[in-house]
């Protein structure tokens, strides 16, 4: 019956507000809640145990602590939370008091105590992958509902303090159940016409994923109203009810709040409002915030005939269901909320690249949680203890934080985010190790290296002299055949499929590497690997290998005017390099519709100079902001300083000067060009935004996509925004949008069908800024503030010196009919194969897959983890939308996996954390399931045996 008083306060709410509509009366739904970062400028740690606080006075135990005693007290009062990071620890430091752990689920069975959100952080919007999304919700919602219990799922989404609102996050929260989306930030000229217009308050659609979700701007941010913060670190007054008391304030405070709540009444439209009392880390002491709340509000509602407000203690939950209630139709929107601009030269678009190493250890860290949970749960790696995929979920559930991967913290701040993902992978690593010897009955056990990026490996720089054994490992539903780059200290080996016995082709190319453990080659082969699977392969160590399999070829041209253009080919690209600049000039695609045309390209690294403002605006480039001071400036010019050619790979160098470079890698087969950019260390005589700009012949005029956290692509034109007229005002900033997997433009010209997209290997910003160009911001050092709080510059160092960075871009180059290969070639770049690595001994299982047959191309198995001591979670997705041409698409999950037959299975949301709203339970032994184009399908499944192969 813990349902009843929730249900019951539900519809008084709802009855009293539909009075109200009847009358002038405004009821006003007071939502008392906290905002607790989850790391910003303190640690996670320093935050919840209130340490460090010459920095930020916050102490979020102590929050906890005060807000549970308070409502315990008064069952009219209410509270709402939302970051289960903390809540998990508080929970966990109760130790054996079950007491206050039973009065936790009364307040919630109540109503009084309510989870909003309720994913492990409240995460970024922009740098995000939807895959880390998913995770980092799926880990606070189930924690919330095997601790709390399913009565606590929560219906809302808050996303009060995120700096721009995608659609595929929309979407991917209403397919997890929650029925009503609020955020306090925007585009100001977006904010002040929806104010103006009563429009703040809409339904949310997104066609491609068939979603739409009530969606609600909060009146001047997520604060208390202005002088109304009433916790101990607050400079604003109490209320003095006392007439006798020289302090009696109590009628001209209640003036006050009435006034702004008026102001606030004329900008919705229902005959409620939400007023938000709280913000960040307040109720410290929460005894102070409702002792005021209460004289306060029971003073207006005394005086209800002349103030003409009902004040309640609410939710957001009950708001949203009185407002659907009462507000008749609602305006529609279907594209996002990017960029966000709180002022004419304030743009929140820098932070789409701020900290790129972070952005790109963050992506790195995805891609080995997904193999570390899939093996765990296949091969029971951690079944007895020792190590998990544990600690790096959670560290993962951090990093997806607002602050976190969208690199907007302090340094100190980040470096923690780091280290808990180092620490997450080491443990990682530790799982794949175990399972991939296992699997592979390797006599010695397999190391797993992270840094192969860095051209170095700990078993290989320690074992110079020793034959490599290599268990390579696909997590995907599907075969895929993967160019793999092993790092070496010489060219003294020769490359052997295990599963053959016969060697295989290979390739010695030279790295940029430089300095302590850098390992100055690496060995290029092509790995054609199983699905759900690993293939092993040796490294044989010699000095006599000399035959047609490998040969390294390395010639350098001098700087200067070559005496004739490079023509470099593979089997479907030809590019060529100008003999007079050094810099690429043209490429054609052999293969495509448009074959043998030859499309002119230029790619060069060029930077804008740093705004730290003006006589007329002061605002500066700094972590969130970008404000450029111009338009971009070359870097240097371009030159060739080595050629490689190669029958796998073949690789241009072209230095712009010291600290700035590009390598162009051909693939024989590859369906992309690789462009690798090197940029570091940024000189700081001033500061600087660095870009790589591809520029083509191609007629795209104003228009580009963008994708949404890898999901679907939205359209963008210069200048524009499509449900407001745009005042343009910083021409450059004002268009830039997150990148997160790619960027693309197409012709406009329907005959030729042309396009172009850039796949990246993390989330950075975008723009086109004249047509047929692009552009990505890849590196950011700044020497001044942006002054929104973290007081800061983003000056990234290592001994003194500037951050050195380097990643990739893939370009896809073809006509429009083959638009939809982007899709792959994204997922790809995305799921990575992990390696395991030993010494001297082959492996005695040479090829091993858990997949019993192969799925339509475009299904992905994007979870296999285990859901709890008997039964394992799997999602299964369709990545192709309809507007690419995605179609339904049937699996049989019953004939997917090679080790025994399903006993249970049970569809979830996406969430995992309640059953989905169409629910499916197992009534068809073909186990069929249908995924709609770029749909998300989740279950919980258990097997007739225990999923172990070995």
């Not at 070829?553 to 004739?564: D, K, Q, T, V």
């Not at 679907?712 to 997160?740: C, D, F, H």
């Not at 339970?921 to 172990?948: G, Y």
Request: some cysteine; aromatic content about 10%; glycine content about 6%.
């Amino acid at each position: 019956m813990g349902w009843l008083p929730r249900t019951v306060l539900l519809l008084a709410t709802i009855i009293m507000a539909a009075l109200h509509a009847k009358s002038d009366m405004v009821t006003v739904h007071v939502i008392p809640h906290t905002h607790d970062d989850v790391g910003w400028l303190k640690t996670i740690d320093q935050y919840y145990y209130g340490s460090n606080d010459t920095i930020y006075e916050a102490g979020v135990q102590y929050i906890l602590d005060t807000v549970i005693d308070e409502l315990l007290k008064d069952k009219s009062k209410t509270f709402i939370y939302v970051e289960i990071a903390f809540f998990k620890r508080w929970w966990d430091n109760l130790g054996q008091n079950n007491v206050m752990r039973e009065n936790v689920r009364r307040l919630v069975k109540d109503g009084q105590l309510e989870f909003i959100n309720a994913g492990y952080c409240m995460n970024d919007e922009a740098g995000v992958h939807y895959l880390a999304t998913v995770d980092q919700m799926s880990v606070g919602l189930r924690w919330l509902r095997d601790n709390v219990g399913d009565f606590a799922a929560p219906t809302i989404a808050w996303q009060i303090d995120p700096f721009g609102h995608s659609a595929a996050h929309a979407a991917l929260s209403r397919q997890m159940g929650l029925e009503g989306l609020f955020f306090a930030r925007m585009h100001y000229q977006d904010y002040n016409l929806r104010k103006k217009t009563k429009n703040l308050e809409f339904t949310w659609v997104n066609k491609e994923e068939r979603t739409s979700i009530f969606t609600g701007v909060m009146l001047d941010m997520y604060w208390a109203p202005p002088t109304f913060c009433l916790d101990t670190n607050c400079q604003d007054p109490p209320i003095v009810s006392d007439p006798d008391s020289p302090e009696y304030n109590l009628p001209e405070r209640a003036d006050a709040l009435v006034a702004y709540m008026k102001g606030e009444a004329e900008a919705y439209r229902s005959g409620n409002i939400m007023l938000t009392m709280g913000g960040d880390f307040c109720y410290q002491n929460a005894r102070k915030n409702f002792k005021n709340m209460d004289i306060l509000f029971g003073y207006i509602n005394r005086n209800m005939d002349k103030y003409h407000f009902n004040m309640t203690y609410s939710t957001p939950s009950r708001y949203m269901k009185a407002v659907v209630a009462n507000i008749g139709a609602m305006q529609s929107k279907s594209d996002d909320f990017f960029p966000y601009a709180d002022s004419a030269h304030s743009y929140w678009t820098g932070y789409f690249t701020s900290r790129p190493a972070l952005k790109k250890h963050v992506r790195d860290a995805n891609n080995l949680l997904q193999t570390c949970k899939q093996l765990e749960a296949m091969v029971e790696s951690s079944k007895n203890g020792g190590a998990s995929s544990r600690k790096l979920q959670l560290a993962m559930g951090v990093a997806q934080h607002h602050d976190a991967v969208s690199g907007t913290s302090k340094q100190h701040v980040a470096d923690d985010y780091s280290q808990r993902l180092a620490i997450g992978e080491s443990e990682c690593e530790q799982v794949i190790s175990k399972a991939l010897t296992k699997l592979s009955a390797s006599q010695k056990e397999l190391s797993v290296c992270r840094r192969f990026n860095e051209s170095t490996c700990d078993v290989i720089y320690e074992n110079p002299n020793g034959t490599l054994s290599l268990v390579v490992y696909n997590s995907r539903v599907n075969p895929v055949q993967e160019y793999i780059r092993v790092p070496l200290e010489d060219p003294h080996y020769q490359v052997m499929d295990v599963k053959t016995g016969e060697p295989i082709p290979y390739q010695f190319i030279e790295t940029t590497a430089r300095g302590p453990y850098r390992l100055p080659l690496e060995v290029v082969f092509k790995a054609d690997l199983p699905a759900l699977g690993f293939r092993a392969y040796k490294l044989v160590r010699g000095t006599k290998f000399d035959n047609n399999f490998a040969k390294m070829l390395r010639s350098s041209f001098p700087i200067g005017p070559m005496s004739e253009d490079l023509r470099v080919t593979s089997s479907k690209f030809v590019l060529v390099f100008d003999s007079r600049t050094g810099s690429l000039k043209s490429i054609m695609n052999k293969l495509s519709g448009i074959s043998g045309e030859t499309r002119s390209l230029t790619v060069n690294v060029m930077e804008y100079r740093a705004s730290t403002g003006t006589m007329d605006d002061k605002q500066a480039s700094g972590a969130y902001i970008f404000r450029p001071n111009g338009t971009a400036r070359s870097v240097g010019e371009g030159r060739i300083t080595n050629f490689i050619p190669g029958y796998l790979v073949t690789e241009v160098w072209q230095q712009f000067n010291d600290w700035a470079t590009l390598i162009y890698r051909l693939y024989y087969d590859a369906s992309y060009v690789e462009v690798e950019w090197q940029v570091g260390p940024i000189p700081d005589d001033y500061g600087k935004e660095i870009i790589v700009r591809y520029t083509t012949n191609m007629n795209t005029g104003e228009e580009f996509l963008t994708d949404s956290n890898g999901r679907e692509m939205i359209p963008r034109k210069l200048n524009y925004q499509p449900t407001w007229s745009l005042n343009q005002t910083e021409p450059v900033a004002g268009n830039y949008y997150p990148v997160n997997s790619r960027i693309t433009m197409k012709e406009q010209d329907a005959k030729s069908g042309l396009q172009m997209t850039v796949l990246t290997d993390r989330s950075q910003g975008g723009t086109s800024l004249a047509s047929g160009q692009m552009e990505l911001m890849v590196h950011r050092r700044l020497l001044v503030d942006d002054n929104r709080g973290v007081a800061e510059a983003l000056n990234e160092t290592v001994s003194g010196r500037g951050l050195r960075v380097k990643g990739r871009h893939w370009i896809f180059f073809s006509d429009n009919m083959s638009y939809n290969e982007h899709r792959g070639i994204g997922l790809d770049m995305f799921y990575r194969p992990i390696i395991g690595i030993g010494v001297d001994d082959a492996p005695f299982v040479n090829y091993s897959s858990f997949a019993n047959s192969t799925v339509a191309k475009g299904i992905e198995l994007i979870t296999f983890e285990n859901f709890n001591s008997t039964s394992k979670l799997v999602r299964l997705e369709n990545t192709m939308p309809a507007s690419e041409g995605g179609k339904a698409q049937t699996v049989n999950l019953d004939h997917m996996f090679s080790f025994h037959s399903i006993a249970t299975f049970e569809e979830l949301a996406l969430g995992a954390d309640r059953p989905a709203s169409s629910n499916s339970h197992w009534t068809d032994s073909s186990l069929a399931i249908t995924l709609q184009p770029l749909q998300i399908r989740t279950f919980v499944v258990t097997f007739n045996e225990k999923v172990e192969v070995f």
